[in-house]
């Protein structure tokens, strides 16, 4: 095999190289951005219930009214909620559960209730649990209101500044949640239950948020993995071979094209722009000592055109070429060589 096919196979085998490098970097680019997406199904249950506790009273002969009804803010001694919460998780976690219970006295104006005249939170309760590889949160909670303190207080701010007011106290149960899965990280997730108790009036009635059910899922996307790294680290790998590859070719096309010589780009010319006129010969022809050598191709090319005989085209070493017309017995050659071009 000659040096040009050698260099032929290698210009299309590096491109063929850089080519696949080029197609596998792409694609394994595309993938390393690809994060896989995860479901993560729920199903929540709240409420918030409560009980009146009274003071001694020659009316009722219960300790405690159940929810629902009207009440004689002046036998009311407190109110104790009870909140329920709980979550079922469709996959094991890690879980930060925050529990908080705040009471706020809210005093607004009769005519209207966007407008504050007095407002004060306190926090009741705050508690932390910490759980691992559970599928299931729940909390169980009953607290009780001092109602105759709030309602004393309601009291005397209004009798003390001579206000029309209307004067509650709210109670918020909440449950802030940030868990974490084997694929899924910060899941947080906020749940608030309220109750609210009417103060500073005769007769009460206690509203209190509906009961909560609630079955959704989390959509979410895994953060990356050693895969999505893998990948990415392989991408680079390729698009470095798809140079090193592509830089081959150019360096291959260049070594062809300085070993196409000015001397074979005269012969590959000739050849091809007077190809109706030329045949080509393998063997090796022999000149007459009398063969008439012309100086240039155009004269001999004016012989052909005078006599209208073929020009045969005769490698006669990798340095010399000749170009003849054979007119009987007279010969006309013209003679290029290699030491020419130099």
Known sequence: ???????????????LVAGMCAILAVIFYAQSGQLRIVKLNYDENASVGYKVYLNNNNYYD???LEEGMQYISGIIRSVDIKYDYNIDYSDKLDSTVINTV?????????????KIIYENEEELKNDKQTKKNTDK??????ISIDYQKYNNFANEFKSKYGIPADCKLIVTFTTSQKNSTGTIEDITRSKVMTVEIPLSEQMITI????DSNEKSAY??????????????????????GTAIFAALAVYFIIKKTKLTSEYDRRINKLLK?????ITESTNIIGLKPDAIFVKSFKELLDVRNNIEKAIVYNKVTDDISRFIIVDGKQEYCYEISREEFK
């Open 207 to 210: 509203n209190k948020s509906s």
């Open 102 to 114: 705040n009471a706020k006295v809210k005093v607004v104006d009769v005519t209207n209730n966007e």
């Open 137 to 142: 949160l729940t909390v169980d909670q009953t």
């Open 273 to 277: 722009q007077y190809d109706a006129y």
């Open 62 to 64: 219960k300790e405690y």
């Open 1 to 15: 095999m000659g040096l040009k096919s050698k260099i032929n196979r290698y210009i299309v085998t590096s491109i």
């Open 219 to 240: 959509i979410a996307t895994t953060a990356k993995t050693f895969a999505n790294h893998a990948m990415f680290v392989a991408a680079i790998a390729l698009f470095v």
